[in-house]
Nanobody, 121 residues
Framework: QVQLVESGGGSVQAGGALRLSCVAAGYTLSSHCTAWFRQAPGKERERVATVNRFGGTGYADSVRGRFTISRDGAKNILYLQMNGLKPEDTAMYYC???????????????WGQGTQVTVSS
């Protein structure tokens, strides 16, 4: 069955950087639309970065210019490089994969269990 496992979260000071990883099993990341979401307590889940099966990327306004989504096709790993971290980036971060090739929110069917990112001022 499909399994997505995130890692790389942790605690950093404002201005620091982290790289999150999502290892996929039973699922080929490069054949689907894949994304990173985050959710902070009391806030709605937010999609922060997307990469489609053609390699095209998209970012939320809140992270554009600071975060970069990428894939290693050979290793079947999805990454999120996060630079210039701010306290408002504090959240649980999840990787997600679409059931089909579309990239609408409702198309994301497979989810990891999350990795916590905490940014202190």
């Amino acid at each position: 069955q499909v399994q997505l496992v995130e890692s790389g979260g942790g605690s950093v000071q404002a201005g620091g950087a982290l790289r999150l990883s999502c290892v996929a099993a039973g699922y080929t990341l490069s054949s689907h639309c894949t994304a990173w979401f985050r959710q902070a307590p009391g806030k709605e889940r937010e999609r922060v970065a997307t990469v489609n099966r053609f390699g095209g990327t998209g970012y939320a306004d809140s992270v554009r210019g600071r975060f970069t989504i990428s894939r290693d096709g050979a290793k079947n790993i999805l990454y999120l490089q996060m630079n210039g971290l701010k306290p408002e980036d504090t959240a649980m971060y999840y990787c997600a994969g679409g059931l089909r090739e579309a990239c609408f929110n409702q198309d994301f069917t497979y989810w990891g269990q999350g990795t916590q990112v905490t940014v202190s001022s």
